[in-house]
């Protein structure tokens, strides 16, 4: 029996927060002046920001992430003491030096004209204001600012290992996301990221050889010849000025070098696809390759979740690996093709699972990378064939477990003991978390919960309990013990086939829960005349009942089971003889860590 998930074709219309939801709204307008020799830079921002909370703000915070690449940051000195360094990182921070490292600085700031005093904390800046911000109100934070692109080490940063010029991520003072929890001022200290959502104005200065591209819409392509065979315009001066516009966004990044090749694809959704990769003669003929492939998983994703609201989306040839940001990815580009086209595949699916919902990442980081994990491995299976792509997702859980090493997806993503911790647990634990809960409620529920999300909660901060009630809305079944169980706690999902045995005409099955969380129960039987039945046992805390499995006909619902019963006795009416299998979860949905006690064979 084979677990397939049915892709329905639906229209989404886009969000509707839930009853008392608010979030803050920023619109940067910024001009920036890079110095490509010196690898500095100088700005100035103005951020309208609009206080929509029901609170009286008299501060204000900034995230300053260039700040972290200096020796002894926090950064740094987590890279270098824990126990499994990222080894794009390891001690490389340390060794930067002044002329290497990244730095971003204030050097003036006003409030609507008035003069502000501001404290730098290494990655966060703390500014009194001058007049408190009442709950309605908008204010304008006028910024004039500097920085240094570090050498590149982590996401961001100039001269990559494969010769792109600049990589710019995290590079601006960007504000600090305030909702009903209050400030997150989390420190950059290698993990995800929060925003404001908000529209971005942006002015970029540099070299006129560089060919620039990134989020927001291009507003003076003839000026630039960005999109034309031109790679340089005759114009006077040694510099141009390419200005980008981006709506209803919480992040931008852009890269820029003098040697990328841009390509363009018109989507059959009317999106635009950007490819800038260098002009290396190893790389070209995979990034071509890439673009029409890129056109067919934008086209499922679109039917699978709901469409890609910007009519542009960039891949970039740049940073330390791959990393989503709002309408574009940068990725590393010499690549094999298939795994060019895995991580481009999963930066992409990231424009649902953070750049349209956008969880916290650094609180939800399984909701972010697990989702998105679900997503690509759906989009393998469906467009590629491989039934098995959401096998390595539960491999490495059960590893993770079997070395001891797990932490509860509740763990802020920089608190994790083990960066194996982190990555099993976001991405592949979070990711299970989707492709289990088909193996709850059925298939068709969950992908009918995940486009009902995107259709309620897209540009909005969700969290957890939002999905968990959207589930429960779509499938009728009660679902906090689910949540609670696989990411607020440890523990693990363990059953036991404990006996079997002949009762004349029936089969007594004694059933068993080894391990602390609680899951339905499919007992598959197999006939030795090669018929199949299912018997679904559902936990008693669901108080509901999801439908039988596509292509099962043989299908009986058998009593509830309680959760702190560990015992659970089924009468089959069948006489042990015929029967030649009997198997716990024959679809292998349930992460269930010992396999070995799930299947009962009769050799008699």
């Not at 499994?84 to 600085?105: F, M, T, W």
């Not at 959502?197 to 010849?225: C, H, I, M, S």
């Not at 079997?500 to 499919?522: H, Y």
Request: with cysteine.
């Amino acid at each position: 029996m084979k677990a397939l998930f049915f892709l329905l074709f639906c229209t989404v219309v886009l969000a509707q927060p839930k009853p008392g939801y608010w979030q803050q709204h920023v619109s940067y307008t910024m001009d920036v002046a890079i110095d490509v020799k010196a690898f500095r830079y100088t700005g100035t921002q103005d951020l309208i920001y609009t206080n929509k909370s029901p609170d009286t703000l008299k501060r204000v915070f900034y995230h300053l992430y260039f700040n972290a690449f200096q020796p002894n940051s926090e950064m740094d000195v987590r890279s270098r003491s824990i126990v499994d360094p990222d080894v794009r990182v390891g001690a490389r921070i340390e060794k930067l030096s002044p002329d290497e490292i990244g730095y971003l600085h204030a050097t003036t700031l006003h409030q609507d004209g008035v003069s502000l005093s501001f404290q730098e904390e290494e990655t966060l800046l703390v500014v009194p204001l001058a007049t408190p911000l009442v709950p309605g109100a908008s204010t304008t934070l006028t910024m004039r600012f500097e920085g240094q692109v570090p050498k590149q080490i982590r996401r961001s940063g100039r001269n990559s290992e494969e010769g792109v010029a600049l990589s710019m991520t995290q590079w601006y003072p960007k504000l600090a996301e305030y909702d009903h929890e209050g400030w997150h001022t989390n420190p950059y200290i290698g993990r995800e990221f929060h925003g404001v959502w908000g529209d971005f104005d942006v002015k970029l200065t540099l070299d006129k050889r560089y060919v620039v591209g990134g989020t927001g819409y291009l507003q003076n392509p003839a000026e630039v010849g960005h999109g034309y065979a031109e790679k340089m315009k005759k114009t006077k001066g040694k510099t141009l000025t390419w200005h980008f516009v981006a709506p209803n966004v919480h992040d931008f990044a852009w890269a820029a070098d003098p040697d990328y090749i841009h390509d363009t694809l018109e989507a059959d959704s009317g999106v635009t696809l950007h490819f800038f990769y260098k002009n290396n003669p190893k790389i070209i003929e995979n990034w071509k390759r890439l673009q029409p492939d890129t056109a067919k998983l934008l086209s499922f994703f679109n039917n699978a979740i709901g469409p890609y609201p910007y009519k542009q989306y960039t891949v970039l040839q740049g940073g330390d690996g791959g990393m989503e940001y709002a309408m574009c990815t940068l990725i590393t580009g010499e690549r094999t093709y298939p795994s060019l086209y895995g991580v481009t595949s999963h930066e992409l699916a990231h424009s649902w699972f953070q750049h349209v919902l956008a969880f916290n990442e650094s609180k939800y980081a399984w909701m972010d990378e697990g989702f998105t994990v679900f997503l690509d491995a759906l989009g393998e299976q469906s467009l590629n064939g491989n039934m098995a792509a959401f096998a390595p997702a539960y491999e490495d859980y059960r590893q993770v477990v079997a070395d001891g090493l797990e932490e509860p997806l509740t763990t802020h993503a920089d608190r994790f003991d083990t960066n194996t911790a982190y990555r099993t647990g976001s991405y592949d634990k979070g990711a299970v978390f989707l492709s289990q809960l088909a193996y709850v409620i059925g298939p068709e529920a969950v992908i009918k919960s995940l486009r009902l999300f995107y259709k309620e909660f897209a540009f909005t901060h969700p969290t957890p309990n939002d999905f968990k009630r959207i589930a429960e809305k779509a499938s009728g079944i009660q679902l906090e013990w689910y949540l609670n169980d696989w990411t607020r706690t440890t523990n693990v999902i363990d059953y036991n086939i404990k006996s079997v045995t002949n009762k004349g005409a029936q089969t007594e099955v004694v059933l068993e829960r080894v391990g602390g969380m609680g899951m339905p129960i499919d007992l598959g039987v197999l006939y030795k005349n090669g018929e199949q039945a299912v018997h679904y046992i559902p936990l008693q805390m669901m108080f509901g009942e999801k439908p039988p499995l596509a292509g099962i006909s043989n299908w009986a619902v058998e009593e509830d089971w309680a959760w702190a019963r560990p015992i659970y006795t089924l009468l089959i009416d069948a006489p042990l003889e015929e029967i030649s299998q009997l198997r716990i979860d024959p679809t292998g949905l349930m992460a269930d860590i010992d396999l070995s006690n799930n299947v009962f064979e009769n050799t008699k």
